[in-house]
C-alpha cells in the first residue's frame, strides 16, 4: 500500500459515515468501508464492461486509520489491468474528517471484477 498524500485514481464514491454504520467507540466497521469500497470497483467495472459484473477476489487490504461517525468516505478508482474477461482496480479509501478539510487515507485494496454475460457467465471485456 503506498503512503501517497493524494488520492490516485478516478473519484467514484462519497458516502457519510453514519452512527448506524459504527462500533460502541464511534469506529466504523471496516466492514462498511469494504463494501462501499466494493460497490465503486463495482461502478468502474460495469462503466469498462459496458455491463453486468461481479466481484471476484479482493487482495491485499489493511487498515491505516479509522473512519470515524460524521467523516465523508471518498472512493477512487483506477483500473489496473483489463484481461479477457476480469478487470482489475487499485482501489483507495480517504476520509475527509468531520468539519475539517483534512483527508487522510485509510484502507487500500486491489478488487478483481468479472464481466458476465445475461445469463451469468463470464463474458469478454469489450476493447476500448
Given at each position: 500500500?503506498?503512503?501517497?498524500?493524494?488520492?490516485?485514481?478516478?473519484?467514484?464514491?462519497?458516502t457519510?459515515?453514519?452512527?448506524?454504520?459504527?462500533?460502541?467507540?464511534?469506529?466504523?466497521?471496516?466492514?462498511?468501508?469494504?463494501?462501499?469500497?466494493?460497490?465503486?470497483?463495482?461502478?468502474?467495472?460495469?462503466?469498462?464492461?459496458?455491463?453486468?459484473?461481479v466481484?471476484?477476489?479482493?487482495?491485499e487490504?489493511?487498515?491505516?486509520?479509522?473512519?470515524?461517525?460524521?467523516?465523508?468516505?471518498?472512493i477512487?478508482t483506477?483500473?489496473?489491468?483489463?484481461?479477457?474477461?476480469?478487470?482489475?482496480?487499485?482501489?483507495?479509501?480517504?476520509?475527509?474528517?468531520?468539519?475539517?478539510?483534512?483527508?487522510e487515507?485509510?484502507?487500500?485494496a486491489t478488487?478483481?471484477?468479472?464481466?458476465?454475460?445475461?445469463?451469468?457467465?463470464?463474458?469478454?471485456?469489450?476493447v476500448?
Open positions: 500500500m503506498t503512503d501517497s498524500k493524494t488520492p490516485n485514481g478516478q473519484l467514484t464514491l462519497r457519510l459515515a453514519m452512527p448506524g454504520d459504527a462500533n460502541a467507540a464511534g469506529d466504523i466497521f471496516g466492514g462498511w468501508v469494504m463494501a462501499q469500497m466494493d460497490l465503486a470497483s463495482g461502478i468502474r467495472a460495469a462503466e469498462r464492461a459496458q455491463g453486468r459484473v466481484t471476484a477476489a479482493v487482495k487490504m489493511a487498515f491505516q486509520l479509522p473512519v470515524k461517525i460524521g467523516d465523508t468516505l471518498s477512487y483506477d483500473i489496473a489491468r483489463v484481461g479477457r474477461t476480469s478487470i482489475t482496480l487499485t482501489v483507495e479509501a480517504w476520509a475527509q474528517r468531520y468539519l475539517t478539510t483534512t483527508l487515507k485509510v484502507t487500500a478488487f478483481v471484477m468479472v464481466a458476465l454475460d445475461l445469463n451469468g457467465h463470464p463474458t469478454p471485456v469489450p476500448e
